[in-house]
């Protein structure tokens, strides 16, 4: 099963521009992670927020964390061409034999 | 960083054979691998959790006996699409975890993903 959406479903940006992908979840996370996909491809991994942690840079991410909300977002700055791509949000694990459980994803395109 | 392994990464075959994927982790032990598979422009969508030395776990929906699984070693898990159909087609992307990472409630630990594979079937 999916933990819950990720808003937008597909985003279209113009390079340099700010890239912001919401993802919201339903039940309690011990952490919440980012993935790219590129197409045809398997995952990358972007980033680890804790929960107890709010905020967390990487490079050009930021990844915010609210879990009062039950949300997260992502936001990639100064997007380039080679940004494009799938975003996945996934929550968990809670223990070695958890497994992630995935969001719906949002298509990135970066136009150059 | 700890690695995983899948192979093959894209595989053809005829309606009514079988396709064997394997997922390997190569430096690290997963007593715990799961399988997810994806439809295009879709999300990845669990299988099964394999665990090493006893039988998977499959997620409601999904026929334990067209996919078979087995987890013979902790660094390598197989799964076996059994008289494939054109509707089987499609992502399946494999995880493992280091059986060292920390359990929950410390550190939590990263899954590892493998490249993926495409299977079509015609």
């Known amino acids: 099963s999916q933990q819950g959406e990720e808003d937008p479903q597909a985003l279209s940006i113009q390079e340099g521009e700010n890239a912001t992908m919401n993802c919201s979840y339903k039940?309690?996370?011990?952490?919440l992670q980012w993935y790219r996909q590129n197409s045809g491809r398997g995952l990358v991994h972007l980033i680890l927020?804790?929960?107890?942690?709010r905020e967390k840079h990487s490079g050009r991410l930021r990844v915010t964390l609210d879990t009062s909300k039950k949300s997260s977002s992502l936001l990639i700055t100064a997007s380039r061409a080679a940004d494009t791509a799938s975003y996945f949000c996934?929550?968990?694990?809670?223990?070695?034999?958890?497994?992630?459980?995935f969001g719906k994803g949002t298509r990135l395109s970066v136009i150059a | 960083g700890a690695v995983v392994s899948q192979h093959p990464s894209r595989v053809i075959c005829k309606s009514g054979t079988s396709v064997k994927i394997e997922c390997r982790s190569l430096?690290?032990?997963?007593?715990?691998m799961f399988w997810y598979r994806q439809f295009p422009k879709q999300s990845l969508m669990l299988m099964a959790t394999?665990?090493?030395?006893?039988?998977?776990?499959?997620e409601q929906g999904v026929e334990k006996d067209k996919f078979l699984i087995n987890h013979a070693s902790l660094t390598l898990s197989t799964l076996t699409v059994t008289s494939a159909h054109p509707e089987d087609s499609s992502f399946y992307i494999c995880?493992?975890?280091?059986?060292?990472?920390?359990?929950?409630?410390?550190?939590?630990?990263?899954?590892?993903f493998g490249q993926g594979t495409r299977l079509t079937v015609v």
């Open positions: 995880s493992a975890r280091d059986r060292a990472s920390p359990s929950a409630g410390t550190l939590p630990s990263r899954a590892f």
């Open positions: 039940t309690s996370i011990n952490n």
């Open positions: 927020i804790r929960s107890n942690e």
């Open positions: 996934a929550t968990g694990p809670f223990s070695g034999n958890t497994p992630l459980v």
């Open positions: 430096d690290f032990q997963a007593t715990t």
């Open positions: 394999s665990n090493e030395g006893s039988k998977a776990t499959y």
